[in-house]
């Protein structure tokens, strides 16, 4: 019985590293994402008062 209590918790281990390195993945990427858009929305204010001026 301990060696199935030690695989179960082993796998819940396993499944709970899975998980927190695919929500670490997702925001990494959602956070270099956002960045560039910013910027993009930046160049074009930036843009626009030399345009006008």
């Keep these: ?3 199935q209590d030690r695989a179960n918790r082993q796998g819940g281990l396993t499944l709970a590293v899975i998980i927190l390195l695919i929500a670490a993945t997702l925001t990494l990427s959602y956070l270099m994402r956002r960045p560039s858009s910013g910027g993009g929305g930046m160049t074009s204010i930036e843009s ?5 001026g």
């Design 1 to 3: 019985m301990e060696s």
């Design 48 to 52: 626009s008062p030399t345009l006008v």
